[in-house]
T-cell receptor, first 115, second 114 residues
Framework: AQKVTQAQTEISVVEKEDVTLDCVYE???????LFWYKQPPSGELVFLIR??????QNEISGRYSWNFQKSTSSFNFTITASQVVDSAVYFC????????????FGTGTRLQVFP | DAMVIQNPRYQVTQFGKPVTLSCSQT?????MYWYQQKSSQAPKLLFH???????NEADTPDNFQSRRPNTSFCFLDIRSPGLGDAAMYLC?????????????FGPGTRLTVL
């Protein structure tokens, strides 16, 4: 069965600290996709990144970086030098195979960045 | 800008009174989704349309229906809202092609049931 686990319910940091949000997934498929979404207080889910199972390269986008490790079934998200605007709930999600439209979301991690 | 629009942003209805939530998109995506998100929980997929093909999740209550009259619009109908249906309802779109593409979400409609 497919499952996404975000063990950290809530994290609080002070501005400029680095923070890592953990994501562990379970799937039996060899082809799958992983995502991270940000949900600020306004409610809209904002797409951050997509990674397919054949691409284990880590990715950096500005202050954001992602570490994908198939050996540990993890897809962790790091924010460097956090800012107050990073405060949001972050969801990791999984989709299996081609032409499957269902996203399996983790329960989310609420990040609070204090000034 | 191309986007996903949901109206209204806030909706109040009475117990048992039918309500319709609206979603439109300017992205010309062929898949549209409806999610229910209760407080402090992950979004839960209710159903989706691939073009005109309707796909219902097995655990979606019969109380929830959907219509997609054209590519741009999709509606969520709640026939007899109960107190447990109070939630944020999120609409999303994506392109289904040879790849699996990300879903783009609207701002949501927060439903209150009195």
């Amino acid at each position: 069965a497919q499952k996404v686990t975000q063990a950290q319910t809530e994290i609080s940091v002070v501005e400029k600290e680095d923070v890592t949000l953990d994501c562990v997934y379970e799937t039996r498929d060899t082809t799958y996709y992983l995502f991270w979404y940000k949900q600020p207080p306004s409610g809209e889910l904002v797409f951050l990144i997509r990674r397919n199972s054949f691409d284990e390269q880590n990715e950096i986008s500005g202050r954001y970086s992602w570490n994908f490790q198939k050996s540990t079934s993890s897809f962790n998200f790091t924010i460097t030098a956090s800012q107050v605007v990073d405060s949001a709930v972050y969801f990791c999600a999984l989709s299996e195979g081609y032409n499957t439209d269902k996203l399996i979301f983790g329960t989310g991690t609420r990040l609070q960045v204090f000034p | 800008d191309a986007m996903v629009i949901q109206n209204p942003r806030y909706q109040v209805t009475q117990f048992g009174k039918p309500v319709t939530l609206s979603c439109s998109q300017t992205l010309n995506h062929n898949v549209m989704y409806w999610y229910q998100q209760k407080s402090s929980q992950a979004p839960k997929l209710l159903f989706h349309y691939y073009d005109k093909d309707f796909n219902n999740e097995a655990d979606t209550p019969d109380n929830f229906q959907s219509r997609r009259p054209n590519t741009s619009f999709c509606f969520l109908d709640i026939r007899s809202p109960g107190l447990g249906d109070a939630a944020m309802y999120l609409c999303a779109t994506s392109i289904r092609d040879w790849n699996y593409n990300e879903q783009f979400f609207g701002p949501g409609t927060r439903l209150t049931v009195l």
